[in-house]
C-alpha cells in the first residue's frame, strides 16, 4: 500500500513532462506556421531586390526608348553615351522600384511606380489623332484633371509649368506619353509641383519614360541611435559628442520649419501620414527633406481619405492620420484629429529627448523643459480651435528651447 502514493506521484510528474513537451511543441509548430505565414505575405507584397532584375528592368527601358515608345531628357546619357551607370538596387516594394545609380559622377536615385512602361495606363488620344495636332491648351487641362485626380487640388495653366514644359518635335508623341505615365505617380507629382516652392522636398533632376531621378539622400533609420546618420552630414574635424548634439538641435529645428511650412504656405494644408526615420533625410546644410511622400496628402484629398463609415474610433484611423467617428451617423469626421507635429513630437523627437541624450552638455533644467515640451506636444487631441492653439503653443515653446539650447551649446565652446 506505502508504494500507491509514489506510483501517484511518479504518473502525475510524467503527466506533467507530457504536458510540457506537448505544450513545447505547439508553440514551436505556432513559430514555424508564424514565420511561414510572414515570409508568405512578404513575398506577395514584394520583390527579392537584385542587381540582376535592375539590369533587366532598365534595358527593357532603353529597348523602348529606341523603338521610339518612350523618351526623356535622361534616356540619351542611360541609354547611348552610358553616362548614367546603374550602381545598385535599393529596394522593389509592391510593385515601386527605387534604384542607385550615378550620372556624371553624381550619385541619383532612380524611381517608378511601375516596372514596365506599358503597365501604365494609356492615352487613348495618341492613336486616334497626331500628336501633333493636339491644342496645348488641351494638353494641359488634361494634366490638370489628372493632378486633380491624383492630389485633389485645382490647377491653373500658369501654374502646370512643372510637369508639363515639353516642347513639339520629332519625339512629341513619345513626350506626351511619357509625360502620361510620370502623372500616373503622385510622387513625382509632388516633387514636380513643390521643388521650386519647398527646400524640404526631393529635387528631380531628370527623366526617362516612366522612370524619373532625384538627388541622393541617406534615409534614416529607425534602429540608428541618432535616427539619422549624422557622420554623412558633418564634418570629420566635427566629429564627437557635442558636434552630434548641436546637429540634432539644428535637424529639430528644422523638422519644425518644414512642420509651419507645410501648414500655412500652400493653398492647403499638406499632411503626413506616414512618419518615420525612412522617409526623411539630412541635406548636408542639416535640412530636413521629404524623401517618400506616397502617403502625403494636401487637405481636399486627406477629408476624402478620413470620411468614410465607422462602428469606432479606431475605423478611422489611415496610417498616422485619423479623426473621430461620429456614432449617431456611423462615419470619420473629416477633419484630421492629429497633426504633423503631434506625430513629429511622438515618433522623432522622444528619442532625441530622452534623459539619457543630451548628457552633461545642456543644463539639467533646461533638459527636462525640453522632455515636458516634447511629452506635452506628443499627446493626441489637437483638434478644434482650442487643438490649433496648442499646437501653436507647442510650436512656439519647442522653437524657444530650441534656440536656448543652441545658444548654451554656443557658450559652452
Known sequence: MRGIPGLKRLRLKIWRRCAL????LWAACWVVVSAALFLLHRSVFSERCTDEKSHRILARLCLDYSSGALTGDLCEDLCVAQKLVYKHCLYYDRGKKVIQADWR???IILKSKKEIFSSYQHLSMLEEVETQDIPETELLLMVALEVKNALGLELSNNTMGPLWTRKKGPRWKAQVASMWSL???????YFSLLQDFSKHVLRIIGSCGHFYAV??????HAWHKTLFPLENVISPSLTGHRSRVRAIIDIALSFLDMVQHFDNDFSHRLHLCDIKPENFAIRH???VVAIDVDMAFFE??????LEQKCTGDEDCNFFDCFSKCNLKIRKCGAQRANNNLQVICDKIFRRWFSPNL??????LP??????KAVQECAQPGHTGTSGHQRTLKSLSELYHLLRVTQRELQGAE
Open 21 to 24: 513537451l506537448l505544450l513545447l
Open 105 to 107: 559622377g553624381q550619385p
Open 183 to 189: 502623372l500616373q505617380q503622385e510622387e513625382y507629382i
Open 215 to 220: 538627388e541622393y539622400l541617406t534615409a534614416g
Open 285 to 287: 546644410d542639416l535640412t
Open 300 to 305: 481636399p484629398k486627406m477629408r476624402d481619405i
Open 358 to 363: 543630451r548628457g552633461p552638455l545642456v543644463s
Open 366 to 371: 533646461l533638459q527636462l523643459q525640453l522632455q
